[in-house]
């Protein structure tokens, strides 16, 4: 394991230069495609940018010292050649036919019409605009429709025709509605990311004087309207805007309601997967985030499994993007649904498959998600009784001294490394890693009345004798459980499932078995 600490607590070689990383995030077909597009530009030639491509090909890693000893590479010289081959492996990418998008057909028409303007062809770019316009009104993309109205009416102004009034009716129409409703659009899309910025830097909210804080920027700053009368990206910006108000003011049930109706926007309007496959997969991440936080495990289950078949289904698009958030929110979310269940040991086999993902993807997923993936991995270790891995998955989160992250993910990683410790019986590093945790722990701000009584248990666990181990679970547990019901408290609990460790303590039980009785009995009392 400290190999691979290692290599998560630095920051990735790869990532120091953009050029290396865009040609190692080349796929075989793109590499062969550039390679004949460079060669058709450059002639019979051996360009310089085509022998950079393949020094970057041929490495692992980037090391501007021994690409400076290659005879076709100066210093002086390196800058512009690196940003010409970034720029050919650019424009050979926007050729190829798996990168493109709709959004980027559309561009294309778009193009040909300032071509043909430029050439003093104005109905012929009238009729390419046409096109362009009828494509950006299938696929919703109203600020493009925007710009392509707008470029009609400067052509229009040059190439008069006798409909020249009823044309002049209908593009300002056109340019009246869509104005309003790309005005609608950014005020939603700006709504949601503020609530995105707000989750980061505060997290949720912690005391009623939060809660009607938040409420009241949300509301003054939602439009008035009516969703049944939105177009696609209006319901889109205002199920995610909705989402987020429910996240950060820990409404599990509204989060479930928005993200469902987020997801079925999609069943609506199946042709938009393909221009947008990211945001149909956070809906459904979202939604199984929902489940997850009202323990109805098998809603959860069914989800996970539509959303792998319509990964895995010929329309959704395959590309780099999609294929690292996809592994990352299916393994996420196969993670947490045997926490739901409490099916530990089973648990454990997806945890290669994890680790490979990780290195598949280490620069496309960032750090944060990453240190979240071993957190749960550690968790299921010590669901399995094998806190010695556990130990071994929280050092990568708890010695990184180069990652900025939540402070509640550190905090609930430094608890389980100390209980864990406990259960292994390593007794030996326990006084001081009881003190080094104790001593990070009061140095966090805001810090949750759950977290307080962690603390006040980790700083006493030293010194009780193990015929009072029992009496001292059962205090805790007294302590903590009308917590678990308290409306600010009960995400702590998510975290770490530290009930349950006590009740399986207190009655001598496995905790696999606590955890999947506690939910079997919560999906009969769910209301959904």
Request: hydrophobic share 40%; charged share 25%.
């Amino acid at each position: 394991m400290q190999r691979v600490n290692r290599k998560i607590s630095a920051t990735p070689k790869n990532a120091q230069d953009p050029v290396f990383l865009l040609v190692k995030s080349l796929t075989k077909a793109q590499k062969r495609q550039f390679k004949l597009y460079a060669k058709r530009i450059e002639g019979h030639r051996e360009s310089k940018f085509i022998k950079l491509f393949d020094f970057f090909d041929q490495t692992e890693s980037y090391d501007e010292r021994e690409l400076l000893k290659q005879p076709f590479v100066s210093r002086a010289q390196l800058a512009n050649l690196k940003s010409h081959l970034y720029k050919q492996l650019l424009t050979s990418l926007r050729l190829n036919p798996s990168i493109q998008n709709p959004r980027m057909l559309i561009r294309e028409q778009l193009d040909f019409a300032t071509v043909l303007y430029q050439k003093g062809l104005y109905k012929q770019s009238l009729k390419m605009l046409e096109k362009a316009k009828q494509m950006a009104k299938k696929w919703d993309e109203k600020y493009t429709q925007y710009e392509i109205v707008e470029f009609e009416k400067i052509i229009e102004s040059q190439y008069i025709t006798r409909s020249m009034s009823n044309r002049t009716e209908a593009l300002v129409s056109d340019a009246r509605m869509l104005g309003e409703a790309n005005m609608l659009c950014s005020q939603l899309s700006n709504l949601s990311l503020l609530l995105y910025e707000r989750l980061l830097k505060a997290g949720y909210v912690k005391s009623d004087d939060e809660y009607r804080e938040i409420t009241q920027f949300f509301f003054r700053e939602l439009p008035k309207v009516e969703y049944d009368q939105l177009g696609f990206r209006e319901r889109l910006w205002y199920s995610k805007a909705h989402v987020w108000y429910s996240m950060i003011t820990q409404d599990f049930l509204g989060l479930f309601k928005h993200a469902s109706r987020w997801v079925y926007l999609f069943e609506q309007f199946p042709e938009m997967l393909s221009s947008h496959p990211i945001f149909y997969l956070k809906a459904n991440n979202y939604l199984m985030e929902s489940l997850l936080l009202l323990r109805h495990p098998e809603k959860f289950k069914s989800t996970l499994e539509q959303m792998r078949q319509t990964i895995d289904s010929e329309g959704f698009p395959v590309n780099t993007n999609t294929q690292a958030l996809a592994f990352l929110y299916r393994v996420n979310n196969e993670l947490n649904l045997h926490f739901l269940k409490g099916t530990f040991e089973e648990g454990l086999s997806l945890i290669p498959e994890v680790k490979q993902g990780v290195k598949r993807f280490e620069n496309q997923i960032d750090a944060h998600h990453v240190m979240m993936l071993y957190y749960k991995m550690a968790c299921m270790y010590f669901g399995a009784a094998d806190y010695k891995q556990c130990i071994d998955y929280l050092k990568p989160i708890i010695f990184n001294s180069n990652l900025t992250m939540r402070e509640d993910l550190m905090c609930f990683s430094r608890i389980l490394d100390v209980i864990a410790h406990f259960e292994a019986g390593l007794d030996n590093d326990l006084d001081r890693l009881l003190l080094s945790t104790y001593r990070f722990l009061i140095r966090m701000n805001d810090l949750h009345q759950v977290q307080r009584l962690l603390i006040q248990f980790i700083r006493e666990l030293g010194s009780v004798y193990p015929q009072d181990l029992k009496e001292k679970f059962r205090a805790l547990h007294g302590q903590l459980l009308p917590l678990e019901e308290d409306y600010y408290e009960r995400r702590s609990f998510l975290y770490l499932d530290v009930l349950s460790w006590l009740e399986s303590h207190i009655t001598s039980t496995p905790l696999a078995e606590v955890v999947a009785r506690k939910n079997a009995l919560a999906v009969k009392a769910s209301r959904l």
